[in-house]
């Protein structure tokens, strides 16, 4: 039996996609340990994984969606400061864990941290669509520029990770490096016809679609009052919002 160590970001739209490969792992006989905030403990333990608790500096937050957007709208500012006040936290009580494998999202800083300070295999969850630099030249060039617009925040957020790797003992990694860095396999929520310029991701990566389970949660929506007569429209929020609806 393998020990698999969850590590996500704590927003719905990152953990929900997660959920079904826990589930399938548990039926499977393997050993699932999700960390997150409080309010995750019902989905994670529907699951069948055990629920470990830390306290985040995450309060409903809502980035900008674009790939530029989560640059230039400070949400890799807000996962180093996060990164700060969680890995006192969890660090020992993940190393006392001895995992196999982490399990954990890109955007999750401190995660990455975890990891090359344990040493231990990653495997990276990606809830949309996935970055490397050709993706990023394609921005450029559709922009006719280049990043160098945000470069106060790129060098904050670049020292900020700095700091972080030197406490930690750790090869320093830069704020590009968040969207691009990924373990020794990717799993995407998405088919690869979905994904920009796909042919340039490596066999690494495996595009397998939504994952999804069915939702226990109550729901105030009115379904009763949709009706065949007129069309329905569906507009979903970000997937990097705090909603559990989500």
């Not at 904050?156 to 320093?172: D, Q």
Request: net charge negative.
């Amino acid at each position: 039996m393998a020990k698999y160590v969850f590590l996500e970001m704590p927003a719905y739209g990152h953990v929900n996609p997660t959920l079904a490969v826990a589930q399938e792992l548990v039926k499977r006989g393997q050993e699932v340990i999700y960390y997150l905030p409080e309010q995750f403990k019902g989905a994670i333990e529907a699951t069948g994984a055990v629920f470990r608790s830390y306290e985040s500096k995450l309060k409903g937050i809502s980035p900008m969606a674009t790939p530029s957007g989560m640059l230039g709208g400070g949400l890799p500012a807000l996962m180093v400061d996060e990164s700060r006040h969680v890995l006192p936290q969890v660090l020992d009580r993940i190393r006392t864990e001895q995992p196999d494998y982490i399990v954990y999202g890109s955007m999750c800083v401190w995660a990455r941290i975890v990891i090359q300070v344990l040493n231990v295999s990653a495997i990276t969850l990606r809830p949309t669509y996935v970055m490397n630099e050709h993706i990023f030249s394609m921005m450029a060039q559709q922009r006719n520029q280049d990043f160098s617009g945000m470069r106060e925040v790129m060098v904050k957020v670049s020292a900020g990770l700095a700091e972080l790797c030197e406490i930690y003992h750790i090869p320093p990694f830069d704020l590009r490096s968040i969207f691009t860095y990924d373990g020794q396999l990717v799993i995407v929520f998405i088919p690869k016809a979905f994904q920009p310029m796909g042919e340039t991701f490596d066999e690494r990566y495996l595009f397998v679609g939504p994952s999804i389970l069915p939702r226990h949660e109550d729901s105030n929506f009115p379904l009763d009052k949709l009706s065949n007569e007129q069309p329905i429209l569906y507009i979903a929020v970000s997937s990097k919002t705090m909603s559990p609806s989500q």
